[in-house]
């Protein structure tokens, strides 16, 4: 059975980093397209970064651009999300979402993870 | 960056039909913007209801069906049921740009 499991959120104080985890099970990560959502408290999704599955094409919201780097380990079958320079604006349950194909445009969701919570907060 | 706009709250009888729409601040919704649907319920993961417009996943009941409909991607129920009571998020694609969610729909069966 295909799963995603999301690891290393936490509390972090503005402007310190924080690295999530994406562990993937049942499927090669390397063959898919992989997404990370976030969605603040009690608030929608935003799509936040996607990488193809050969980890030649990657893409950012703006909101994120500059702070954040995605990147595919394929010996532990897992994605990384190393966030950076983190603000409270930040605050976000993170999702990990497999793509349908291998690249990440157009997106086209099937599993998503349960999420990780990150809180940036002094 | 584009926005993606949904109807904030919408209200069905059990078995009856409703439609979301999903409209682009860029102009018609096309195929081209592959439209997804999402549904999610409360303390829960987003679950991928609709791909590419129309296509439906293993998982998703066949009362669920997403199409285009005046220029916006829509998503029908049809024969509502209490446990579709939820809030659900459409995602555009855009050429040479991000993919965007729009705001949500919450859906309440009553």
Same mark, same amino acid.
């Given at each position: ?31 898919? &397209?992989?997404?990370?959502? #976030? ?27 500059? *702070? ?18 983190? #603000? @409270? ?10 793509? #349908? ?6 997106? @086209?969701?099937?599993?998503?993870? *349960? ?8 | ?14 078995? !009856? ?14 195929? !081209? ?22 296509? *439906? ?5 066949? #009362? ?5 409909? !005046?220029?916006?991607? &829509?998503?029908?129920?049809?024969? @509502? ?30």
């Amino acid at each position: 059975e295909v799963h995603l499991v999301e690891s290393g959120g936490d509390l972090v104080q503005p402007g310190r980093s924080l690295r999530l985890s994406c562990a993937a099970s049942g499927f090669s990560s390397d063959d898919y &397209a992989i997404h990370w959502v #976030r969605q603040a408290p009690g608030k929608g999704l935003e799509w936040v970064a996607g990488i193809s599955w050969n980890g030649g094409n990657i893409g950012y919201a703006d909101s994120v651009k500059g *702070r954040f780097t995605i990147a595919r380990d394929s010996a532990k079958n897992s994605l990384y999300m190393q966030m950076n320079s983190l #603000r @409270a604006e930040d605050t976000a349950l993170y999702y990990c979402a497999k793509d #349908r194909g291998g690249g990440y445009e157009p997106a @086209a969701f099937d599993i998503w993870g *349960r999420g990780t919570m990150v809180t940036v907060a002094s | 960056q584009p926005v993606v706009t949904q109807e904030p709250s919408l209200t069905v009888s059990p078995g !009856g039909t409703v439609t979301l729409t999903c409209a682009s601040s860029t102009g018609p919704v096309s195929n !081209g913007h592959y439209p997804s649907w999402f549904q999610q319920k409360p303390g829960q993961a987003p679950r991928t209801l609709i791909y590419q417009t129309g296509n *439906r996943h293993s998982w998703t009941p066949a #009362r669920f069906s997403g199409s285009l409909l !005046g220029g916006k991607a &829509a998503l029908t129920l049809s024969g @509502a049921q209490p446990e579709d009571e939820a809030d659900y998020y459409c995602l555009l694609s855009y050429s040479h740009d991000r993919p965007v969610f729009g705001g949500g729909t919450r859906l309440t069966v009553l």
